[in-house]
């Protein structure tokens, strides 16, 4: 990823404390919960502790549309530090409930096993020294493909009051390879890891916040009304290194600075804005984009905080417009209040999954 994330292993969640479904309990064949997920529907969190063997966990229930679900988990991937299935696992499922006797087990000798559940976990994201490579996949209809080594340089998030969010993201990647057996055309059939399909639905970009606040004061306290759309921009330059190790494909990836830049159009109402441009002023500038509530109060969210500073800031007036607008661009500047030249926070239901058997 172009961002670091701030304590990835212990993210917060919503709520701040887990929802106990199942105290520690010795493990059984089947087991069922004493204490159901709350309504919309939560993810699960599956802790084993003293197993002598490795094994799976079965999950049977129902989502938040009432539909059947289940999956399994396989406890015991050395990569994931699970020895003899010892560790944490999250459901890929969200549940509104669990069946009685719909946690199944095999294997996992002498252990224990706890559930607890949560809404949604909050990120924090920075900018970071180092560049996070990642390794994608995807099923196109015809072929099954990876591609590994990947990293994204440029992300840009467009919105407008009238349209979808969107998130665009271009980068480099070290290969294109197709997964399974090659002299069969097409491959109809997925070969990549399945996964649930989540309930997070597409952002209007309408349902969108935004507050311009003196860089001395607190962000996200004065609300501005007067943003129509706008785009927000990451860049980092990388450039794939090749290196002499008898390969053609890049080994190493070097990067250049980061920038974060902001364009946007406002309805030109007052001049408030154009003497911060005139004067020079930072101010901090947060973008709060709502999704799909994900329970008790919470709701899917991202949020924006840059400590903005405008490079134009262009009127527009003709007596066929409805009203005056202004066109302002502008770049995130570092700022010791939030520790960096942006941060994004992200609240939704998806934490990094132990892939089903």
Not at 137 to 163: C, H, I, M, N, R
Not at 285 to 311: A, D, E, H, M, W
Request: glycine share 8%; aromatic share 10%; net charge neutral.
């Amino acid at each position: 990823m172009l961002n670091s994330v701030t304590n990835p292993s212990t993210p917060t969640t919503s709520p701040g404390s887990p929802v106990t479904c199942l105290a520690a309990t010795a493990v059984a064949a089947s087991m069922s919960l004493t204490t159901q997920p709350t309504a919309p529907g939560m993810k699960l969190i599956l802790v084993v502790a003293a197993s002598t063997a490795v094994g799976t966990i079965g999950i049977a229930g129902k989502d938040v549309f009432g539909n059947n679900i289940s999956e399994t988990i396989t406890a015991g991937i050395t990569a994931l530090g699970a020895v003899n299935g010892n560790a944490t696992y999250y459901s890929s499922n969200i549940y509104s409930l669990v069946n009685a006797s719909g946690i199944t087990t095999t294997g996992l000798t002498s252990g224990t096993l706890a559930i607890t559940a949560v809404f949604a976990w909050n990120r924090n994201f920075l900018p970071a020294i180092s560049t996070f490579t990642q390794t994608l996949e995807w099923f196109t209809g015809s072929e099954s493909a990876t591609v590994p080594f990947t990293d994204l340089s440029e992300y840009e998030f467009d919105f407008d009051v009238q349209k979808e969010f969107v998130l665009k993201c271009k980068g480099i990647a070290q290969d294109r390879l197709p997964i399974g057996n090659r002299s069969t055309t097409p491959l109809t059939v997925s070969q990549v890891v399945a996964l649930s399909q989540q309930v997070d639905r597409p952002d209007a970009s309408w349902a969108c916040q935004v507050f311009i606040d003196p860089i001395s004061g607190t962000p996200g306290t004065t609300s501005f009304g007067s943003m129509l759309n706008g785009k927000i921009k990451i860049t980092q330059p990388t450039e794939g290194v090749h290196s002499l190790q008898n390969k053609q494909v890049y080994t190493q990836v070097a990067r250049g600075k980061w920038e974060i830049t902001l364009d946007a159009k406002l309805i030109y109402d007052n001049i408030l804005q154009l003497e911060q441009f005139r004067q020079d002023n930072k101010q901090y500038v947060q973008l709060n984009f709502y999704g799909r509530s994900v329970g008790s109060n919470s709701l899917q969210q991202v949020t924006f905080i840059i400590p903005f500073k405008f490079q134009t800031f262009a009127v527009t007036s003709t007596p066929s417009m409805k009203f005056p607008e202004a066109d302002i661009a502008g770049i995130g500047e570092y700022d010791p209040g939030i520790g960096a030249s942006y941060k994004m926070t992200w609240n939704n239901s998806v934490q990094a999954p132990n892939y089903t058997s």
